[in-house]
T-cell receptor, first 109, second 114 residues
């Protein structure tokens, strides 16, 4: 079966750095997405990786290793507004997104 | 730009009743999707449509039907609601032109079936 694994919850301190990991086993691979979802709101797109390596976008970076079935989202200079759930999703061979359950990130002052 | 709108925002429905969740996008996206989101689970695809006039089944299609009469609208119908259909429903759309093909989400409909 297809599976996306992420930690359920993480806690970090304002101003610090946090890394959210995602491992996947899917039938085929056509890219990996990270979305941010604040409580009670819709998911919003953060990043996309299809080739191995690091993609940097401001305070957020996303890394992909296809051979290891592994990605991480790195958030730097954490702000209180970064408190949200972070969703990892893989586009499979049918071009459909398979979603992880999300990682709830709690930022403490 | 409105993007994607969904209606209603929330609804309480008696079991056995039917209901249609509405979704409209103004981005001229080719593909549209319906997901449900339940606590502790990832988003699960119910139905999708790659272009007007075509639809397909996702991971959890039972008890739901969709239609895609035009590019903008993609309603989701529950013919006879059951309590297990209590969930938050998200509509999404994407251009489906290859590459990143990012999905953009509507604000969601919170449905409670009693």
């Amino acid at each position: 079966g297809q599976n996306i694994d992420q930690p359920t919850e993480m806690t970090a301190t304002e101003g610090a750095i946090v890394q959210i990991n995602c491992t996947y086993q899917t039938s085929g691979f056509n890219g990996l997405f990270w979305y941010q979802q604040h409580a009670g709101e819709a998911p919003t797109f953060l990043s996309y990786n299809v080739l191995d390596g690091l993609e940097e976008k401001g305070r957020f970076s996303s890394f992909l290793s296809r051979s290891k079935g592994y990605s991480y989202l790195l958030l730097k200079e954490l702000q209180m507004k970064d408190s949200a759930s972070y969703l990892c999703a893989v586009r499979d061979s049918n071009y459909q997104l398979i979603w992880g359950a999300g990682t709830k990130l709690i930022i403490k002052p | 730009t409105a993007g994607i709108t969904q209606a209603p925002t929330s609804q309480i429905l008696a079991a056995g009743r039917s209901m249609t969740l509405r979704c409209t996008q103004d981005m001229r996206h080719n593909a549209m999707y319906w997901y449900r989101q339940d606590l502790g689970l990832g988003l699960r695809l119910i139905h999708y449509s790659n272009t007007a006039g075509t639809t397909g089944k996702g991971e959890v299609p039972d008890g739901y039907s969709v239609s895609r009469a035009n590019t903008d609208d993609f309603p989701l119908t529950l013919a006879s609601a059951v309590p297990s259909q209590t969930s938050v429903y998200f509509c999404a759309s994407s251009l489906l032109a290859g590459g990143t093909d990012t999905q953009y989400f509507g604000p969601g409909t919170r449905l409670t079936v009693l």
